[in-house]
């Protein structure tokens, strides 16, 4: 039986408004009921709110976000402080909100913040590093700015450091080492976890499916101006799976297969913050329960060189198993018997989570090509795209005459990737 997110108790019914409207205008007595209630105090007054983008165009999807920096006092208005939030708002295009279906986004992070985030962190006794959530609803969501404890986003046009790359993978571990330690000792909790994450129907997002077509047209287009022999069979590769490749990839993702965690959904750079080589993850909106690899594919063909992950991605496949091991042993301790936990670590073996992510090469793929334009294109470029309603509007030609030759290169890079893999 899963949670009922209408009539939890845990949950802030209310304001149901957005606490920063769709001019990004800030509305105060909203903020101040919101830090009140979080911070247990009878009365917040808030004065001079100064509300700014919180990420540049092209990089959000589902919602717009907020940085609001303000002053205030609590309770007897005495000492006033400066403080700040982030606000993540639903785009104020309703065709946008129709398309991405930011309700059921918002619904499903709220839940992640307040139910799966800390029953999962509680098992696998290490806390899993998000910020920290205030208070959400259909609108609008708030929580800490985590620039504030000196986490920033990195250079989308760079490649991902090395050592960056391995605490993305270690927290990944984290996240799924704690779904496979709880659903061995608390099976019934877990079960209502993964029964409240809510699941679009496949029908629903056929709108997304013809916006990835588009990309992968764009794929064939790059690759036919390339004019090589290899070009030539990387397209008789791609053009079998051009009409099916979006059902394809919620099949693989909907498999009932042996190992399946709770997963991120959607670890790429945007949604990565970094304090040196230590990171945190945002964005809990695509939350959703399937094999590891699903993670762990999205997050190795969307974010890392081409020439690197070529090189180098056994050792990274090898780190990400050597630390679910540990994750998983360090949360078992005393849980239960050591012949029950060499049962549970068994199976997690490198040809395993090799073969998954052969399964899931289509997913890592699409989803590369699909996002890569947000690495190279200026936000001049996305309000080229805006004025033309959108990417999916735009011809196969229009687009590449926004194209960089780095971008082409790495297009074409990720499909021999992608053919190489899936053999």
Known sequence: ??????????????????????????????????????????????????????????????????RVNFTYTVDDGKDPHTDCVVVKTRPSCEETRKLMHTKTAFTNEIFAYEHVIPALSFHV??????????????????????????FKTINKKLAVEWNQVWSAIEEMAKLHAASIVMKKTA????????????RIPVEDTEPLGDRQRNALDTILKVLEESKTPEATKLIDMLKPISQNAWLRQKDI?????????INHGSVWINNLLYRND????LDWQHIVYSSPAHDLSFFLYVNIDTDFLANKKQKLVDFYLSNLHQFIFDGCVNKITAEELNELLKPLTSE?????????????????QW????????????????????LENMSVEDRMKHMTSDQRDRMIKLTKLFAEESK
Not at 3 to 10: G, R
Not at 356 to 368: D, H, P, T, V, W
Not at 371 to 390: D, L, M, N, R
Request: charged share 25%; aromatic share 10%.
């Open 1 to 66: 039986m899963g949670v009922n997110h209408e009539n939890n108790p845990s949950e802030i019914q209310s304001p149901m408004e957005a606490v920063v409207d769709t001019k990004g205008e800030c509305k105060t007595d909203l903020l101040e009921k919101v830090l009140a209630r979080f911070w247990e105090k009878e009365a917040v007054h808030i004065k001079n709110a100064k509300t700014e983008p919180a990420t540049s165009k092209g990089t959000n999807f589902t919602s717009d976000v907020w």
């Open 125 to 150: 006794g290490v806390p899993l590093r998000v910020p920290q959530f205030y208070h959400g609803n259909d609108n609008s969501i708030v929580f800490e700015d985590m620039q504030k404890r000196s």
């Open 187 to 198: 099976p019934e909790k877990f079960e209502a976890l993964t029964n409240s994450i809510i």
């Open 253 to 261: 993702i909907d498999d009932e297969v042996p190992i399946r965690v």
């Open 278 to 281: 230590m990171i945190t993850l």
């Open 352 to 368: 395993w989570i090799n073969a998954e992510l052969k399964r899931f090469s289509i997913y890592g793929f699409m989803m590369a």
């Open 371 to 390: 996002i890569t334009p947000v690495f190279y294109w200026s936000e001049a470029v996305f309000q080229t795209i805006a004025e033309k309603g959108g």
